[in-house]
């Protein structure tokens, strides 16, 4: 025989001998490290899938949006929109400006009434000393006189009767010349308005 001792004997020492317990504990740490490692891997996908999904509704939504104010969106219209704003702003500016040359006439147009005024007050109702001795028959009626003409209005009195029935009233930032029969059927209040009107 080429060995002294039997081969069945040798076998089942050297079986004795292996101690494999190790092994498997580092086979069980290994499985169980593969596992989480599975697990997170599977964590993480389904988590990415959830934000691509996510991601992808918002751009059909940001998608969408896009093609309806695209759709909606018309230059010719918004050119037409910014031309007729131009077109108000200069009208407004025009007013505005036509508003303060008025204001200006209008000031000028007061700060007279005020100086005819001033000298109404000064020479009273009777006019004053200088003016019984100087103008004679100048009385209530020449001032007031004097204040319409001040407002560009002219105070015509019938030649038969005396009466004053005709007033010529001229605009000078206008240009006109209107002529008013003063009947009695109307008011003064009506005359007032309808002078005031044409001024």
Same mark, same amino acid.
């Given at each position: 025989?080429?060995?002294? @001792?039997?081969? &069945?004997?040798?076998?089942?020492?050297?079986?004795?001998?292996?101690?494999?317990?190790?092994?498997?504990? /580092?086979?069980?740490?290994?499985?169980?490290?593969?596992?989480?490692?599975?697990?997170?891997?599977?964590?993480?996908?389904?988590? /990415?899938?959830?934000?691509?999904?996510?991601?992808?509704?918002?751009?059909?939504?940001?998608?969408?949006?896009?093609?309806? *104010?695209?759709?909606?969106?018309?230059?010719?219209?918004?050119?037409?929109?910014?031309?007729?704003?131009?077109?108000?702003?200069?009208?407004? /500016?025009?007013?505005?400006?036509?508003?303060?040359? *008025?204001?200006?006439?209008?000031?000028?147009?007061?700060?007279?009434?005020?100086?005819?005024?001033?000298?109404?007050?000064? *020479?009273?109702?009777?006019?004053?000393?200088?003016?019984?001795?100087?103008?004679?028959?100048?009385? *209530?009626?020449?001032?007031?006189?004097?204040?319409?003409?001040?407002?560009?209005?002219?105070? @015509?009195?019938?030649?038969?009767?005396?009466?004053?029935?005709? &007033?010529?009233?001229?605009?000078?930032?206008?240009?006109?010349?209107?002529?008013?029969?003063?009947?009695?059927?109307?008011?003064?209040?009506?005359?007032?308005?309808?002078?005031?009107?044409?001024?």
């Amino acid at each position: 025989m080429l060995l002294d @001792e039997d081969p &069945a004997t040798l076998i089942s020492e050297c079986t004795s001998n292996f101690n494999i317990h190790p092994d498997r504990s /580092a086979l069980s740490r290994i499985t169980s490290s593969l596992s989480t490692l599975t697990t997170a891997r599977q964590l993480r996908l389904s988590t /990415a899938q959830s934000s691509l999904q996510k991601l992808h509704r918002q751009l059909n939504t940001l998608t969408s949006q896009h093609s309806i *104010e695209t759709s909606a969106h018309n230059p010719t219209e918004h050119a037409a929109r910014i031309l007729a704003l131009d077109t108000q702003k200069f009208r407004v /500016a025009k007013g505005v400006s036509d508003l303060e040359v *008025e204001g200006e006439r209008l000031e000028g147009e007061l700060e007279g009434l005020r100086r005819v005024l001033g000298e109404v007050e000064r *020479e009273g109702s009777e006019g004053g000393d200088r003016g019984r001795e100087g103008r004679g028959g100048e009385d *209530e009626i020449i001032l007031k006189l004097k204040v319409y003409r001040s407002l560009g209005i002219d105070v @015509e009195a019938d030649r038969q009767s005396g009466v004053y029935n005709k &007033a010529v009233i001229r605009n000078t930032r206008k240009g006109d010349v209107h002529v008013v029969n003063v009947e009695p059927k109307f008011s003064r209040f009506f005359y007032a308005n309808y002078f005031w009107e044409t001024m």
